[in-house]
């Protein structure tokens, strides 16, 4: 996939799109668009007109040639934004060969063509060969090459259980053997899905767009009847209106502009989410990004670079510093952590100390448990270590272990703790049997540049709540030195949950990042889920995107994609409306001219003659589609400048420019039609 | 131009801006089924008396069907009333001048025009109505529907305050609460005042009196039904009268002028509604009857900013409501100021301006104003002949009510009128600022969309529709007395005032046939009831959501840019409808006028 966005004027995009402008001509596919629809009835009744018009022949095919235009431009600007996404599908598509799986049938291994594979299905995969379908690792680790779809050629580790365990088809083992449940079948999986999206082929309408179309359908049916009782006002003016002239100012006066730029606006808006390397699942969840005024952030990964890190130990009294760091980096062997990593790190460069060739002898190393909190080691007293156990975790954990044994926790210990918690480290207690060695100081580093992000943020509107395991104080001290808005502390998955449905109660829109099974729940009752590509199927079937490049930061391009499309869709309303104050004056005091020639003060762009007025404001009201396509397709800019500045801002524009431009362009088209003499 | 006139002009908006507020939170009291008046003692008892004679439950609230069905059956049931007292006129008391009945068609207008807050008037009233009917079918209706018009925009900002509820209040106590704590006991005080200032209140016969000097009129021929004989080209056939003596009109005129004015009803006593020196005797009874068309709804405002605690949005509302008013007045001032160029090369004209179908007391400012109000708010009540403006002049009249009566607007509608841009600029420009539109926490979606743009699309229907069918019918062309763009300004006038339920005319049409009867009631009945189920169905679905919380991104309804953004949306999307019509209409005329010709 491509991270540029083609060029506009791509010969690849452009020129199939101008073919399939004329098969978008078809009324059944027309008719869903009111306002085109309207143009297309009133063009065809303008050809008509053409061959039975007694008098101006000329005036009547042109604007007929015109108003043919103003419907074909549409039809394009929705054939090039559909052509963006074709190129990507084709490319995603070269990805779905159908392969033959080999699948284990009995403990057996048969082949079978990779369509026919059924859910739960189990299938092995060796090095070089394409995964057949979407599903779920359940035995061994490998490593996969996901370019196919992220387009990141470095390959990623997959393996049975944990949080990446997700494989998709598609993608290709490089080295090792595993075997894999099929949890998606064809036509149902994540390749699918994202085909599917990128051709807009089951692109449904999004709550926003269904609420325009109905303003803009409106409108149309308003200036019909505004054109249509002209008729009779003209008769009892004895001014009789000649139909080509009616239908040219209801086709300037409905908002074709906007009516023939919104399906592309939307294409657009999931197109460049694409390009991102995100997958929306629909247009809605893209029009939600927008909404969001909450934002769930997972601490790791987001707010801090990656992980926390050991930085000092901290003894007890009537302890030697070497002995707590020898003690903590026994504690960490076993813990394949990077906080448990970082301990040895530490103890080796501060202390020179090499744990490993000590507990190689005779050590019984404990594991990391949900129920103890705590990890260690166990020495049984041969080849010389003394007999003791030594374990390191949470205070509160430590402190129960303690309650167990009988052994008391010092007070200079405690107060270690909460000075490192309070300075947004986590501290990490370590004890040897019952005597209380220390507390090992975790801390995380925060990003560079996110505190600005996060202030940009709230300009838009938007609440950050940094999420963590941690406790309230190390918490609260990360917050604060990141800038977020609020945290959750020691937060749980059920926890997380909760929040959410309080956020949503409170009348919120939350949007939030997940990768673990843990996090679906959560993933599917946020108003924007967006799984990482790396973590587990069920986040992301949980989720309503798909982070490609598993960046959680991501989660901020998002919303200002699903903005910016919301706002080029108002800009162009407000545009498209603000369009009819100038095509009144070119138009009506034209129409009048014959029967009231002391209607000229009207005609304020002084137009040449009616028939060149009318013939100007319908060519700029088709030109002015083709002029526009580019910013559909690539949205109006967002600045997080707060919603009062973005309004002004755009209403001068879009608001004030829309009055005023027509006026520009329609006179500079008036002079130019009559220095070429084509009426 | 004078400094006096702008002088007044000051003092009319300061006046308007210094009872806002007061009237805003009286309102409060009164909209709230257990607000607390300093009229508790007396009025409490009285209320809780009509509760158990009807049957109301009045802690029960409705959802915005039941509240809706209930404003439908007590408006047609006061329609049918009204309707019975006018037909049974002759057989009824109170009649010293032995009043015939009405038409049938005549009665259906009337009775359909009271209901609404039209008051549109077909006939003359002093040679109509008897005392009775004045007083029982008409007035009753100049309380009750001021009093529905207010609860119905009650019940919408109630929709757009609350959230998480389907009710919207009690139709019943809302109507009886408004009539009772608000529009009875301002009337009775205001009537006190005008009959001060030498309006007349009795039920005497009328009177005669020799003129000095016997005057020839001409007047349109009527059978004895009191419907016009036409011709065979379907004008209506002329007849010359001399007058030796004049019947002085007599009669409970201030009790009516009161309500009529505060309740944006404007159905005048007698046919010169506010231009007979009876019915608005003085300087001070002109200005006192200005403020009070505008005070209730002025207060709405208030209302509004208070029940959604946002009381910067209520005035931005207040100001873009002061913006279009501010620049009808001047326009049409100017316009009247300037008069007519052909008047004064031919040496004729008045020195202070087009005086024309103007009366002398009140002059160019003073009628200039009252046009403005009266078609502003929807009260039609007027003190010049909106037909005798200058082109312009006229336009601006036409053109207030063609915008949905939303400056200030008719009481209770206005508010509910100016609501619907409200939602269709905020639906609009909100999608700019990068969120689903909000109105105060609450999304404009599709359905709200649906039914704002259905009110506004029940505007242009009615007013295009039927007065396109009007200029090419022989039955609308009938009652046309002039010819060219003017008529079509009659025409357009007619068919907006009525579906405005405005109820002023520009005159120069005679309606009182049973096509222009019906055709108008049917606009009024459009107008009002048609635009009301859609705002109430809003109003029903903008209880139920949710409420999102402000914030920075948060789109702002208070300040210059919400009210330069609601006025545009008036502007380019109410108006533009009407342009080309209107183009037709008064602006050629305008510009024919300045080369000479007149119609």
Redesign the interface.
């Known amino acids: 996939m491509t991270a540029k966005p083609p060029s506009l004027l791509d010969w690849h995009i452009a020129a199939p799109a101008v073919g399939e402008s004329f098969k978008k001509l078809d009324p059944r596919r027309m008719f869903r668009n009111p306002v085109m629809f309207v143009t297309l009835i009133g063009a065809a009744l303008t050809t008509a007109a053409a061959f039975t018009a007694p008098a101006s022949r000329g005036f009547v095919i042109q604007l007929a040639v015109w108003l043919w235009f103003t419907v074909l431009f549409a039809n394009f600007a929705e054939a090039v934004a559909e052509g963006r996404g074709k190129a990507q599908a084709d490319s995603l598509r070269k990805a779905r060969k159908d392969t033959v799986a080999r699948r284990l049938h009995d403990g057996r291994e048969e082949p079978i063509p990779a369509p026919e594979l059924r859910q739960g299905d189990l299938v092995v995969c060796e090095a070089g060969d394409v995964i057949p379908a979407d599903g779920e690792v359940i035995e061994g680790i490998a490593s996969v090459d996901e370019a196919a779809i992220t387009g990141e050629s470095a390959p990623v580790i997959r393996e049975s259980g944990g949080d990446r365990c997700a494989v998709t088809g598609g993608t290709r083992v490089i080295s090792d053997r595993i075997v894999i449940r099929v949890t998606a079948e064809k036509g149902h999986g994540f390749l699918d899905r994202m085909i599917a999206m990128v051709e807009g082929a089951r692109r449904q309408k999004t ?2 767009e ?3 179309t ?2 803009l359908a ?2 149309t ?3 019909l ?13 004895a ?1 009789p209106f000649p139909l080509p002239v009616l239908v040219a ?1 209801l086709v300037c ?1 409905i908002p074709t502009t906007i009516g023939g730029l919104l399906s592309a606006i939307g294409i657009s808006g999931i197109d460049r989410l694409i390009r991102r390397n995100v997958m929306a699942t629909s247009g809605r969840a893209v ?1 939600a990004a ?2 969001v ?1 909450v934002l769930l952030l997972d601490k790791t990964g987001t707010i801090t670079l990656g992980n926390r890190m050991a930085t000092a130990f901290l003894p007890a009294p009537h302890v030697t510093p070497e002995r707590l760091a020898a003690a903590a980096q026994f504690a960490s062997l076993a813990d394949e952590t990077p906080e448990g990593r970082s301990i040895v790190v530490l103890a080796k460069q501060q202390f020179n100390l090499r744990g490993r060739e000590v507990a190689e002898q005779q050590a019984k190393f404990v594991p990391f448990t949900a129920q103890t909190r705590m990890s260690g080691v166990d020495f049984s007293g041969a080849n010389g270590h003394p007999p003791c156990a030594i374990r390191k975790g949470a205070a509160e954990a430590i402190r129960v272990y303690l309650d167990q044994l009988g052994g008391q926790f010092p007070a200079a210990v405690s107060q270690a703790v909460d000075e490192v918690a309070r300075a947004g480290g986590t501290p990490l207690v370590v004890v040897e049997d019952r005597d209380v060695l220390g507390v090992v100081q975790l801390k995380d580093v925060v990003k560079g540049g996110i505190k600005e992000r996060f202030a940009q943020l ?6 950050t709540v940094m999420i963590t395991g941690d406790n309230p104080l190390t918490a609260a001290a990360i917050a604060a030195e990141a800038g977020v808005d609020d945290f959750m502390a020691q937060a749980t998955p059920e926890a997380k949950l909760r929040r959410i449905r309080e956020e949503q ?5 939350v949007a939030m990042t997940g990768d673990g099974t843990n996090d679906a729940p959560a993933l599917a009752q946020a108003d924007v889920g967006v799984a990482m590509n790396t973590g587990t199927q069920a986040a992301r079937e949980a989720g309503n995107m798909v982070d490609l490049d598993s960046n959680p930061t991501k989660l901020i391009d998002i919303v200002e994609i ?3 499309m ?2 080029t ?3 162009l ?2 545009f498209s ?2 369009n ?2 100038a095509k ?1 004056f070119a138009i ?1 005091p034209a129409m ?1 001219m014959a029967t ?1 020639p ?2 000229a ?2 005609n304020v762009m002084r137009l040449a003659s009616p028939e060149s007025a009318i013939l100007s404001a319908v060519i700029f009201n088709a030109l002015v589609i083709i002029a526009l396509i580019p910013l559909a397709l690539r949205g109006v800019a ?1 600045k997080p400048i ?3 500045a ?3 801002r ?2 001068l524009i ?2 004030l420019g829309g009055v005023v431009i027509p006026f520009l362009g329609i006179k500079a088209i008036d002079v130019l039609v009559t220095a070429l003499k084509l009426v | 131009m004078e400094a006096a006139d702008w002088f007044q002009l000051v003092v009319y908006v300061a006046a308007l801006a210094a009872i806002t507020k007061p009237m805003g939170l009286y309102l409060m009291r009164v909209l709230d089924a257990n607000g607390r008046t300093w009229l508790d003692p007396l009025l409490r008892p009285l209320e809780r008396l009509t509760y158990r004679f009807v049957g109301v439950k009045p802690d029960c609230e409705q959802d915005w069907k039941q509240y809706t069905v209930a404003m439908l059956i007590f408006s047609l049931v006061s329609c049918l009333f009204t309707y019975a007292i006018l037909r049974l006129q002759h057989l009824l008391p109170l009649n010293p001048q032995g009043f015939g009945a009405l038409s049938p068609d005549l009665a259906f207008n009337t009775a359909v025009s009271f209901t609404t807050n039209t008051n549109w008037q077909s006939y003359s009233g002093e040679s109509t109505m008897s005392y009775l009917s004045q007083m029982v079918a008409l007035t009753l209706h100049n309380f009750t529907s001021a009093a529905t018009g207010i609860a119905l925009a009650a019940a919408l900002v109630r929709g757009i305050a609350r959230h998480s509820v389907k009710t919207l209040g009690n139709f019943w106590v809302d109507l009886v609460r408004v009539t009772y704590y608000l529009l009875l006991p301002i009337c009775l005080v205001f009537a006190v005042v005008l009959v001060s200032q030498g309006m007349i209140q009795n039920f005497k016969p009328y009177t005669t009196a020799k003129l000095v000097e016997p005057m020839k009129i001409s007047v349109a021929k009527v059978d004895q039904d009191g419907k016009p004989v036409t011709d065979k080209a379907g004008r209506p056939v002329m007849e010359t009268h001399t007058v030796t003596e004049q019947t002085i009109v007599q009669g409970p005129m201030a009790s009516q002028v009161a309500i009529k004015m505060l309740g944006t009803n404007g159905g005048g006593y007698v046919n010169a509604n506010a231009a007979h020196p009876f019915e608005n005797p003085t300087p001070l009874s002109n200005f006192l009857q200005m403020l009070s068309i505008f005070a209730i709804g002025s207060g709405l405002t208030y209302f509004l900013g208070r029940m959604v605690s946002n009381q910067a949005h209520g005035w931005s509302v207040w100001a873009a409501m002061m913006a279009l008013f501010l620049g009808g007045v001047l326009l049409c001032w100017h316009s009247e100021a300037a008069g007519n160029p052909i008047h004064q090369q031919l040496g004729v004209a008045a020195a202070d301006g087009n005086m024309e179908g103007k009366e002398v007391r009140f002059g160019v400012f003073n009628s200039a104003l009252f046009a403005t109000v009266t078609t502003d708010a929807s009260c039609g009540a007027v003190n010049a002949m909106h037909d005798s403006f200058t082109p312009l002049g006229g336009f601006v009249p036409l053109f207030n009510i063609q915008l949905g009566e939303i400056i200030v607007g008719g009481v209770g509608a206005g508010l509910y009128g100016m609501l619907v841009f409200v939602i ?1 600029a905020v ?11 909000e109105y105060l ?1 609450k999304k ?3 359905y ?3 039914m704002a ?2 009110a ?2 029940v505007l ?2 009615s007013i ?2 039927f ?3 009007a ?2 019918s022989s039955w609308g062309l009938a009652g046309l007395n002039n010819g ?2 003017h ?2 300004s009659e025409i357009l006038y007619a068919f907006s005032s009525a579906n405005g339920n405005n109820g002023s005319a520009f005159a120069g049409l005679t309606t009182n046939t049973p096509w222009w009867n019906t055709t108008l009631g049917l606009a009024m009945l459009t107008g009002r009831f048609l635009m009301i189920v859609p705002i109430m169905a809003l109003a029903g679905l903008l209880a139920r959501q ?4 402000p ?6 309804v208070a ?1 210059g ?1 919400f009210v ?2 609601l006025l ?1 949306t008036i502007l ?2 109410g108006a ?2 009407f ?3 209107l ?2 209409g008064p ?2 005329e305008h ?2 006028m ?2 000479g010709k007149l119609f």
């Open positions: 709550p926003n269904i609420a325009l109905i303003l409106a409108l049916f308003i200036f009847l505004v054109c249509v009782t002209l008729k009779p006002f003209g008769i009892y003016s001014t100012l006066l029009e927008g909404d005024d709230r300009a838009m509107g938007i609440r109660a409170a009348g919120h829109l699903g903005k910016q919301l706002i869709r108002g800009a309303t407000t409306i603000a009819d104050v009144y009506v009048l009231f002391v209607i003060p009207l967002y707060g919603a009062l973005i309004l002004q755009n209403l879009y608001g | 269709l639906f609009i420009a909100g999608l700019m600022v990068g969120r689903t539109p926490g404009i979606q599709s709200e969309v649906k743009m259905l506004l699309l242009a229907v295009l529709g007065a396109a069918w200029v090419v060219g763009p008529g079509l949710k409420v999102s919380p914030s920075a991104g948060t789109f702002p300040g840019t330069g953004l545009g380019l999307v533009l409808n342009l080309p019509a183009t037709l602006v050629v510009l024919l300045l080369h």
